[in-house]
């Protein structure tokens, strides 16, 4: 080969973290239309040209790690153990970074077994007996070893676009040893990062002190004997298997078994109709500029819009219009049952009205207007524009167009709160709650109220422009009925569901916090005296001294700033010491206090009342949130935990809390489903589900010889399955090997068949249509069905798996709730649905109508949807909510 060939190296893992977390702190601002984060993508890419332009190689590889076990891990178990985990965030821009190298014209490559680092340094080895020039990109100095009068290694020392050229020479200045000397300094020193330990009290000044008077590390050996007696000398020789080992470890294999040639490596430059459609998916406006690409209609601004007076006379004529309007009523707060109301907007998509002057909503004509299901009207989020205008004295109805829940319909990963994030979806420039109002305690109202009512107009222009698009989205995708029938009048339910609110005794929480003060403060005491003396419990430094110096616990797990005292540390030392289980009741009952028995007060209003708020369009799977405070993670498990349902009450001292809970709703839905005939029977004969799986996975005659154990063993498997459980998680969750666990699910496929062969035909439909549906046509998206990741994959399938039962049983749980709000209606009740926890509705109601709901509530319930199976309710009363259960 001729001499001005040249190959260029990237190390794929190595620059895609610096790439990361060079822009970390505008993570949010880098999301595209999928809701997937860019930022590590941008400055790869923006890292790609400048090496490009700068090195002008004719052939590239980007090399990446193929997984976490390699010959190195094989050596050495620890090796790079300490790492933290990569972040999700980085994680899902992986497979993308891949994407983008394809359609820039650059090869990637990956190799079991072997990282980055040796891909890189075979390569450069072929390329230079070749007679390239070799350039190798990289943020990690171990690469350095590689330097040599043919091959440069820049490592990245701000970010991913300033790097750092070590050349034989530079290598000299800057260390005062030879590249081939860098892995003698590593093997002595150890490493870190990678975990691997080196010589103890070793550093690199050492190191390299020693390096410059012997040689090397098999030379320092030789004469270790002659050294004066020291206590460096006695650490070369108490870790000298620990030297070699690092210097092992340290070593980069370049002569890995990469099968690649030169030749494979061909720079073909970018692939421009390809590479202009990923810049526009991922929203990098700034690189299509620089391709020189006419953008000017992929983004529409909106125009400048004259605002109109909202007074008496705008209000006549809005009153007798016959068009359709777009209401805009603009709260100020984090929480929309106290903010107050700020701006209210009206328009007809012609002519807009808008007015800061919040008493224009005691004009009788426009609350009669507002409250006129029979004048159709569009807005962005019908369960809080309810809310808003419930506190002022106005009623709401004929609402056809809602964009938050259409939005959230069309792709459910978005999770779009704010309709500048909607109106830059369908690029249209509006800006966000956060770039208009400001945030933290920069956050404000404009002085200038007509900026405020522009802001409010463009908002009512972005809801007219997108209306009919979206709606034909959502016919197309055959969801229009998912939200004509049930998210559209599930918001108005939930709206007077936060409106009522759900009575708490303030009193009895603070008889609990004296309670659980008294009772922490017991056990403070009792670690103390076990411990032999006194510490912050809540510090883990001083935790760790006393779980693992002073008491002599195994050391588990280590962080950076000493001991792990994590959950999953204590639970696997609990039978060590009596300390450590006290320390867990201590951690549990503390955050039940501070979350739950302190933290609910600050949410009782003066109604002595809780308004939750219900968030319709969080989940990926349709079902509800709670937040405001989230009522719906109590925890029950534990009798502290539990004892917080006491203070929750109706609101008359002669009503009762009822709840009706759905019994095994996401099995009877995977019965259903999958249409498994030994499923379907069990829940058709009524029988105890989870006995009958253990009879059937246990090869028992009848479910008499099944035992407690055993049961317990079934219902995790039968759980677990619906979440696409691994034999590894099942295991972990059962206490059985990986192998038991392995038999246990391949014996519950065997006697579900119907399950197994839906597993596999969903996850096969996902691949085949990227995304999956609930029996109400709810979509989920799986972008990273086809990831190159494996975990992502396999999350991905795991998730296509679930979706569909999970998804399904929120379904049914909506449509109850619905039915049940007409229903008590219809039946003239006093009752009121209070809250919607999991698979459960809880009522306040007079004792008088208990014995109703006991009939009617089941009856709404069971009829919610038709399954092949039978929905079963389980109902209970009491006069707490504790007592409800």
Not at 179 to 195: E, R, T, V, W, Y
Not at 381 to 406: E, P, W
Not at 805 to 824: E, R, Y
């Amino acid at each position: 080969m001729t001499q001005n060939k040249k190959l260029l190296l990237i190390d794929g893992n190595s620059v895609s973290f610096r790439a990361f977390f060079a822009m970390h702190n505008v993570l949010d601002k880098f999301v595209n239309g999928d809701g997937i984060h860019t930022n590590a993508l941008y400055a790869f890419n923006n890292m790609l040209d400048l090496i490009l332009k700068d090195e002008k190689p004719t052939h590239t590889l980007v090399a990446f790690d193929a997984g976490k076990t390699t010959f190195r891990t094989e050596m050495f178990k620890e090796y790079k153990g300490t790492r933290a985990k990569t972040p999700p965030e980085l994680m899902e821009q992986l497979p993308l970074i891949q994407d983008l190298l394809n359609y820039r014209g650059i090869k990637t490559y990956q190799l079991p077994n072997y990282e980055a680092d040796d891909i890189i340094g075979t390569m450069s080895r072929k390329a230079e007996k070749d007679g390239m020039d070799v350039t190798i990109i990289t943020g990690d100095r171990d690469l350095t070893q590689l330097t040599t009068d043919k091959v440069t290694v820049r490592v990245n020392v701000k970010g991913v676009t300033e790097t750092e050229s070590y050349t034989p020479k530079h290598v000299k200045e800057k260390l005062g040893i030879t590249p081939q000397q860098i892995i003698d300094m590593k093997g002595l020193m150890g490493d870190n990062s990678d975990h691997y330990p080196g010589v103890e009290k070793v550093g690199e000044k050492t190191a390299i002190k020693l390096i410059n008077q012997y040689g090397s590390m098999e030379d320092i050996y030789e004469h270790v004997d002659e050294m004066k007696k020291s206590k460096l000398k006695e650490h070369l020789i108490d870790d000298k298997d620990q030297a070699f080992l690092s210097k092992k470890l340290a070593t980069i294999n370049c002569d890995s078994p990469v099968e690649l040639n030169l030749s494979d490596l061909e720079y073909r430059g970018d692939n421009q109709e390809m590479l202009i459609q990923f810049y526009q998916k991922m929203n990098f406006q700034s690189f299509l500029e620089r391709m020189d690409i006419k953008t000017e209609d992929s983004s529409k601004d909106l125009v400048k819009i004259e605002v109109k007076e909202l007074n008496d006379s705008a209000i006549k004529e809005i009153v007798e219009s016959q068009k359709v309007h777009t209401l805009v009523v603009e709260g100020f707060g984090e929480n929309y049952h106290t903010a107050p109301i700020i701006g209210i907007l009206i328009s007809d998509g012609q002519t807009y009205y808008g007015t800061t002057d919040v008493s224009v909503l005691e004009n009788q004509s426009l609350k009669t207007w507002l409250a006129d299901k029979t004048k159709e009207k569009y807005l962005f989020d019908n369960k809080q524009t309810i809310a808003l205008l419930h506190r002022y004295g106005c009623q709401l109805a004929g609402v056809s167009f809602d964009m938050l829940l259409v939005a959230y319909l069309l792709d459910t990963n978005d999770n779009k709160q704010d309709i500048g994030l909607v109106a830059h979806n369908y690029n249209i420039s509006l800006p966000t709650q956060e770039e208009f109002y400001g945030k933290g305690v920069k956050k404000a109202v404009p002085e200038d109220e007509k900026v405020l009512l522009n802001f409010l107009a463009q908002e009512a222009q972005v809801i007219d422009t997108l209306k009919d698009q979206m709606l034909a989205e959502l016919k197309d995708n055959d969801q229009d009925s998912l939200y004509d029938e049930i998210e559209l009048p599930l918001s108005i339910v939930l709206a007077e569901m936060e409106i009522k609110g759900i009575t708490v005794e303030a009193s009895k929480l603070q008889e609990m916090e004296n309670t659980f003060a008294k009772k922490l403060n017991e056990i403070e005491q009792k670690i103390y005296q076990e411990a032999g003396k006194e510490f912050n419990i809540n510090s883990p430094k001083q935790l760790g001294v006393v779980l693992f110096e002073d008491l002599k616990l195994p050391v588990i797990k280590k962080t950076k700033t000493g001991y792990s005292t994590s959950v999953d540390v204590l639970e696997k030392l609990k039978d060590k010491s009596p300390v450590v289980q006290m320390v867990l009741d201590y951690r549990q009952i503390s955050k039940i206090q501070s979350t739950y028995v302190v933290g609910l007060q600050k949410f009782i209003q003066p109604d002595n009342k809780i308004h939750t708020i219900y968030l319709q369009t969080l989940t990926q799977t349709g079902r509800l949130s709670s937040i405001e405070p989230n009522l719906q993670n109590i925890p029950i498990r534990i009798d502290e935990g539990k004892q917080i349902r006491k203070a929750f009450v109706p609101q008359h001292k002669d009503w009762e809390i009822f709840s009706a809970d759905y019994s095994q709703v996401e099995l009877r839905v995977l019965a259903h489903i999958s249409g498994d005939e030994h499923m379907q029977e069990a829940f058709n004969e009524d029988y105890d589900i989870h006995a009958h799986t253990a009879m059937r996975i246990f090869g028992l005659n009848s479910t008499d010889e099944v035992t407690p154990n055993m049961r317990r063993q079934a219902k995790a498997t039968n759980f677990g399955i619906v979440y696409g459980i691994s034999d590894y998680g099942l295991s972990q969750n059962i206490g059985i090997s990986r192998k038991q666990a392995a038999a246990f699910i391949e014996s519950y496929f065997e006697q579900y068949p119907g399950v197994k062969k839906y597993m596999d035909d969903i996850v096969k439909y996902a691949r085949e249509n990227g995304y999956v549906e609930t029996i109400m046509h709810r979509r989920r998206y799986l972008p990273d069905i086809h990831s190159k990741n494996f975990n992502m994959r396999n999350f991905a399938q795991r998730t296509a798996m679930n979706t569909p039962i999970q998804g399904s049983a929120a379904d049914i749980i909506k449509v109850a709730m619905i039915n049940m709000q007409k229903m008590l209606v219809k039946e003239k009740l006093q009752a009121n649905l209070l809250l919607q926890v999991h698979d459960e509705m809880i009522f306040e109601a007079p004792a008088t109508e208990i014995a109703t709901l006991e009939k009617l509530v089941p009856s709404v319930m069971d009829s919610a949807v038709k399954l092949d199976v039978p929905l079963k309710v389980e109902t209970a009363h009491g006069k707490t909510w504790y007592e409800a259960k």
